[in-house]
């Protein structure tokens, strides 16, 4: 089967296209960039082709000869400049789908959305359900499939799940009781290659979902004892109109995935009945205690976990930085301090220069800490290491009883000094 299809480089688009060049299938892989795709081995071609850039139904339909199936598989979760919902998930889906009528091709895939129905309010929702309200009527075959919230391994929103759930504790809204309906990335593939493979004679709707709904909650926990983490994973109720401004706020942070149309989803829920794609995969889609493979778990829960705390270490990091200048500043009597220089052997004008330099120094690597570039952040921890060891060896060269002090001001250098080593080792390397 010749396959024209978009949405190749993306999480779900990608997984499909490998597993058709698995079994032999040829593909024309429609994508903004040719650069960035690399199926390996295979049949397969990159057609160059900008859907925000609106492609006509004739431009399509003239790349069509020999298509046997057209599948639809660009989304977006959120709008970026250039990146718009009606125009990627709309106007542009709809040009294919009239061109592959136009041009005879009997099947035609579209991944939409669960939730993309008449109860749809979310401009994610009504963009998706746009286009499939156009697909259904058209003279195709083929169907509009409905995801719920997909797992993968490497998928950004698995890879938020697996945050969540390595969490000590959560807050959520409603306590996180809105369902869900998990359904794994590789039974989402093989419902599409089915599909493609016997498609319906008339555009069906199917929803791709887990064997039963679950609450938000539940499905925490559920992966939270798939990773392997320990304890259990209290949730506290977070009040709506708060979960709805943090979001606000949410949607300002680089590569967030939650502002406050992916908040309203998920207050919304996301669950369908799981019948009909059973029957598309000639069994039941697998349960969330299988979703993680046993030899993947190690490195999933060190991930979880590595990506749960550490923003916590960097800002108690910070903190500790900026408290520690303000302190040299005036709250730590200041002819103490001065006493203590003495002994390094700092008096007079250097001594007010090294108390108050040291003391901006201090406030400075805190403000870095949490605003510094992630492309400078070895640079700073290096910094933050040299600085903390040359106090460490002064102090233990010229004031040594603070070695034997019962609250350990030396001492607890040492731990200091591994987490800003954990945080260099873990910071990207500039480019």
Known sequence: MRVLMTGATGFIGRALALALLRQGHELVCAVRDPARLDLGEGRWQALQADLSQLPSAGWWQARMAGVDGVVNAVGILREAPGQQFDVLHHRAPVELFRAAAAAGVKTVLHVSALGADAQAQSRYHLSKKAADDVLRTLPLGGAIVQPSVVYGPHGASAGLFNRMAAAPLLALPQQGRMPVQPVHLDDVVAGMVALLQAPPARVATVAFVGPQPQSLADYLRALRRVLGIAGPLPVLPLPTPLFMAGAALAAHLPGSLLDAESAGMLLRGNAAPAQDFERVLGRPPRPVSRFVEPAWAPALRAQAVLGTWLPVLRLALALMWIWTGIV?????????????????????????LALYGAAGLDIALGVLTLACPAAWRRSLYAVQLLLIGGYTVLISLFLPEYWLHPYGPISKNLPILAVIGLLWALAPARR
Do not use: F, I, N
């Open 328 to 352: 040299s500043l005036g709250l730590y009597p200041v002819q103490e301090s001065y006493a203590l220089l003495a002994r390094v052997g700092l008096t007079g004008g250097l001594a007010t």
